[in-house]
């Protein structure tokens, strides 16, 4: 189906785009376009203003520092994979962006976008939960820092408020110690997960686990932590008992839904899966 018709802006500065968003109760913010195009195209949204994002130097790069890392908003899922800074800061963001979608939708889609969006089966929501991500937004108010745990607040709904722009993703830096862990299951590479996992935990000299963060995805309307499973997994070695205890845990605190790609069992039973794969990794990567 064509697109519905609306107004274009491109506005250079980020203060032009917040006057533009306010001004218009059918303005929205546009990235890639690679979520928000198609669901125009299907008449789920009808902005009457898109206010394009694209020419806002604020809302783009990379910036890594001993405090952590600094995302712009409007950085594309293969700048964030082709950073070697990164891989070496946060290797859970690589190897989580490397399964969301295909080459060509990497080349477009946003890390910014993908959080507005929250689509509760996307890989970022899951990962800036795992790593306690604050996501910096900008609207007519000012600036403010929301915790990736209090942005997510139902399928596909955040909440910022509809004048505001998600100027940039701010991730702590870890210790050196910490380690990470990611794994999804979905029926083709590059297909929307039925259910992932994305765990961060710091491990002490004893090997002990510490400050674990667990967040599973594509299980709920938002993403998940699992806490009966982070509690198990607080201050022991992750081992195999361990993380069997963790895994019972984790399928026994998620309640999906079943739909036409998997029944509601089956999801539970991947959580747990997904758990015990992803503890595996991070635990092997520490010894
Ligand atoms: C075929 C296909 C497969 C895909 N598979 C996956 C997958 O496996 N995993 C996954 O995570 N994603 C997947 N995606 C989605 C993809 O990751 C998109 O990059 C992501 O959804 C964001 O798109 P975008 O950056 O182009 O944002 P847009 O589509 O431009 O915008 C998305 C929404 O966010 C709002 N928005 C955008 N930027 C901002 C901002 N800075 N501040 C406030 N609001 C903003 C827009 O108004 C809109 O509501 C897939 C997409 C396609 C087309």
Redesign the pocket.
């Known amino acids: 189906m064509k697109l519905p018709d609306f107004e274009y802006r491109a506005p250079d500065t980020l203060a032009e785009a917040v006057v533009l968003l306010a001004s218009s109760e059918g303005a ?11 669901i125009m195209a299907f008449r789920l ?1 009808e902005p009457t203003m898109l206010v394009d ?1 694209k020419k806002i130097q604020e ?1 783009r790069g990379i910036q890594v520092s001993e405090q952590g890392v600094r995302i712009g ?2 950085t594309r ?1 293969r700048e964030i994979l082709d950073d070697p800074r990164l891989k070496a800061a946060i290797p859970l963001l690589p190897e989580a962006i490397e ?4 080459y060509q ?1 990497r080349n ?3 890390i ?3 959080l ?2 929250a ?1 509760p ?4 929501p899951a990962v800036a939960l795992a790593l306690d991500a604050q996501i910096e937004a900008m609207g007519p108010k000012g600036r403010r820092m929301i915790a990736a745990q209090d942005l997510f607040v139902g399928p596909l709904m955040t909440s ?1 408020e509809t004048d ?3 100027v940039a993703v701010h991730i702590p830096a870890g210790p050196s110690n910490r380690r990470y862990g990611f794994q999804e299951f979905s029926r083709r590479r ?4 039925l259910a992932g996992i994305a765990l961060s935990y710091d491990q002490d000299a004893q090997g002990r686990a510490a400050n674990i963060r667990i967040a599973a995805f594509s299980i709920a309307d938002t993403p998940v932590r699992l806490k009966a499973a982070e509690a198990i997994l607080n201050g022991k070695i992750v081992d195999a008992s361990t993380i069997a205890a963790a895994a019972a845990a984790a399928s026994g605190e998620v309640d999906p839904a079943g739909d036409i790609h998997a029944s509601a069992r089956y999801r539970k039973a991947l959580v747990g899966t997904m758990l015990t794969r992803a503890l595996e990794r991070a635990a092997a990567d520490a010894r």
């Open positions: 929205r913010p546009l990235a890639g376009g690679q979520s928000f195009l198609p949204a994002l809302l908003a409007m899922w399964h969301v979608a295909h939708v477009r889609g946003t910014g976008g993908s507005a969006h689509d089966a996307a890989e970022m910022l505001e722009i998600i590059g297909d929307f997960a």
